[in-house]
């Protein structure tokens, strides 16, 4: 009995002593075993510079924000932009009225334009810096009334503001603002009776809004027509029409940011169609003769 008893501790002790180092070895397989390759985007490091405004989840209270994106194909048919949809691969968020969409990673930039889009800083209504933001990834946004490819963010701080805007790449201090901004709708009545069209219908507070130079006396106004926007620069002698919407716009919303080109400002802008639900940004560029529509917010 008692022989008995002791083989079966024996047997018990080599079986316990193997096991371990079985375990042990299975650990070290597992450790020299290679990590999984991680997706990187070459696209989001290019220098370039994004100029854009930065949105809110209002469902989220998490500290994150998100831009829209433009796609590489500019003429990208309805059949087409379903398809993008479909491609989408895991849920990330979920209620009664979002949805959240993961976008593969591996064909976020064969789709849309992320070109320097890895990091941004974003600044306040007042073009006071706010945060860091650093991308997450794209994903896609169902919305009761309108819903987008984003690129999503996290920032270091929670965004409260739908008024705050981003800009990738940059990394020096603002120049100097040398103007004011006015709301003056005698001034605004006045430019409309002098670009011959009807009192704005719909556009910035009904009022105009008008970027006053510390430096001269010329005025930059923005200002709606009923189907039209405009800019224009003017001075007691002199009257300038710097862009002219080609199609039914109207500017409901404008931030002047403090980069210069050509002497003047660049202007964000958000845009709408009059008379519908068609909504969208602009990045106005000062050319030297003309404001002009950077492509995809860009300023190159």
Known sequence: MRISIL????VLTFSCSNKEKSNISSNKSSQNLPKP??????????????????????????????????????????????????????????????????????????????RGLSKLAIYDENNKFFCNANFVRVEYLNQPISS?????????????????YGISNFEKDFESSN?????????????LTRLNIPKSYYGLEDSGTHILSAKN????SVVNSENSAYIV???????????????????????V?????????CILTK?????TDTEWNNLFLYNGTKYIIAKQQRIE
């Open 148 to 164: 987008y490819f984003i690129a999503v963010y996290k920032t270091e701080k929670k965004i409260t503001s739908d008024h705050y």
């Open 37 to 114: 390759k991680e997706e990187k985007i070459e696209e989001l490091n290019e220098n370039v510079h994004y100029l854009g405004f930065v949105n809110k989840f209002y469902f989220s209270n998490k500290n994150e924000a998100y831009i829209e994106l433009y796609f590489n194909n500019e003429e990208i048919d309805e059949k087409e932009y379903n398809q993008l949809i479909k491609l989408s691969d895991s849920l990330v968020y979920k209620d009664d009225e979002n949805d959240r969409y993961k976008f593969p990673t591996s064909l976020s930039s064969k789709n849309f334009d992320l």
């Open 179 to 191: 103007y004011t901004i006015s709301k003056d709708t005698l001034l605004t009545q006045k430019l």
């Open 271 to 275: 845009n709408s169609k009059p008379d």
């Open 7 to 10: 083989l079966m501790l024996a």
């Open 257 to 265: 940011v403090p980069i210069i080109r050509n002497k003047l400002p």
């Open 217 to 220: 006396d010329t005025i930059l």
């Open 233 to 255: 620069s003017h001075t007691d002698k002199d009257f300038k029409i710097l862009y002219k919407s080609s199609e039914s716009e109207n500017i409901n919303e404008l931030r």
